[in-house]
């Protein structure tokens, strides 16, 4: 199958990335990390070879190359690179692609350690870069610097308060490379290339590979953007393993029907929530209470299972919460069959000032939860349980 397919997403889910395991029918893991040569003409022509996967693992491997052919096809793009993790991917993009001098745009409202690179590891290179509200019109546009702006950079829906950026702005900037790193909408939920962006990074450790057995991350672009970005990875090294690429084509194989339930599942959620008086702010794209609704409802065809809200109690009542519940876990990540909660203010973001945090929209009692494949009434149940225990310290 070629990346021109007519065929629906949830058809290309189900029969793509198959190229290399004929005739088996599921994933073939090709675990040699090398590739024996008949001559060495042969060699030097695996060698060099772009998207060539019969020479050394770190170039290129069968069961990872049909991985990414499987995330080109269902993004629509020319090319797809695996990487060894989603910030593998996020790096290739930004340090493969810019240089000493060179300027970036970001939305702040992105994953935090894509901030992190951008705001400890850029300027020791020398890119700079600017920050801007990613749900306010036009500001992407207005901080490119012409000449000297690479990138601009957005995340959508975002962590945590899945703000969303507008996908025909976005693609409408010409000069810069445009890139979304679309982790939380996969490519059942939007198309970002459909909309004129450049560049889609994923963290397919989600709802991509979908079972938390997987750390792995992908690219999907242009044919020539990829050939460059696979120069950069053959250096950086941030090689995804033919086990995760497997994974991650198994996953893929039922990612329609897990996305499909578990929007459903948090909109049921989030809807229930939004009546309840003990939580405030309650946040899903799908809910006709989020500021940027339409928009979702124009953009995307799924709107995930992510959704938050903040606990009045604040800091106290968030702890109570995450460990009062039971069918839902504590546990970092997201887009996998268990629903899974973290309270940012006592974990992931516990070193940040409270301005800091309030930046970055996470308040002391901000609770996000990845809906899994639960029974939605036990989920219910779960919640309404916590909830009283957070309000009940
Ligand atoms: C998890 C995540 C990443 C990083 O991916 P890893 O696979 O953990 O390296 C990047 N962006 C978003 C939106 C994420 O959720």
């Not at 709107?303 to 109570?320: E, S, V, Y």
Request: charged share 20%; net charge negative; aromatic share 6%.
């Amino acid at each position: 199958m070629t990346g021109s397919s007519d065929l629906h997403p949830d058809t290309v889910a189900v029969r793509g990335g198959r190229q290399s395991c004929s005739p088996a029918l599921a994933p073939v893991v090709w675990a040699s990390s090398t590739f024996v040569s008949d001559s060495v003409d042969e060699a030097r022509q695996a060698a060099l070879a772009v998207g060539g996967d019969r020479f050394y693992s770190r170039y290129g491997n069968p069961t990872v190359n049909d991985f990414e052919r499987l995330v080109a096809e269902l993004e629509g793009a020319e090319a797809a690179r695996a990487f060894g993790s989603g910030m593998g991917a996020v790096a290739a993009v930004v340090l493969g692609l810019c240089s000493q001098g060179d300027h970036i745009v970001a939305a702040r409202q992105i994953y935090a350690g894509t901030q992190l690179l951008f705001q400890a590891v850029c300027p020791r290179f020398g890119i700079d870069v600017t920050f801007v509200d990613g749900t306010e019109p036009g500001a992407m546009a207005a901080a490119v610097r012409p000449g000297k702006t690479v990138l601009v950079w957005a995340e959508t829906p975002a962590n945590p308060r899945l703000d969303l950026v507008d996908l025909d702005e976005l693609g409408a900037i010409a000069g810069p490379m445009t890139v979304v790193d679309s982790t939380f909408a996969t490519p059942l939920g939007q198309r970002p290339i459909d909309h004129g962006v450049d560049i889609v990074v994923h963290s397919a450790t989600k709802a991509l590979a979908g079972h938390n057995d997987a750390t792995l991350g992908v690219v999907a672009t242009s044919q020539e953007l990829v050939q460059w970005l696979t120069g950069f990875a053959v250096l950086q090294g941030a090689t995804a393993s033919p086990y995760d690429a497997a994974n991650g084509i198994r996953g893929i194989r039922t990612l329609p029907v897990r996305f499909a339930r578990q929007t459903g599942t948090a909109l049921e959620l989030a809807t229930w929530l939004d009546a309840d008086d003990r939580a405030a702010n309650v946040r899903h794209p799908g809910l006709p209470s989020h500021p940027q609704h339409d928009l979702a409802r124009r953009q995307m065809r799924l709107t995930g299972g992510l959704l938050c809200f903040d606990l009045p109690g604040g800091l106290d009542a968030g702890r109570r919460f995450v460990e009062a519940v039971e069918v839902a876990q504590l546990a970092s990540s997201l887009g996998g069959p268990e629903t899974l909660v973290t309270h940012p203010a006592s974990t992931t973001h516990v070193n940040l000032l409270p301005d800091e945090m309030e930046a970055v929209g996470i308040g002391p009692g901000t609770i996000r939860m990845s809906i899994g494949l639960e029974d939605a009434a036990d989920l219910r149940a779960d919640l309404d349980r916590a909830l009283s225990a957070a309000a009940g310290g």
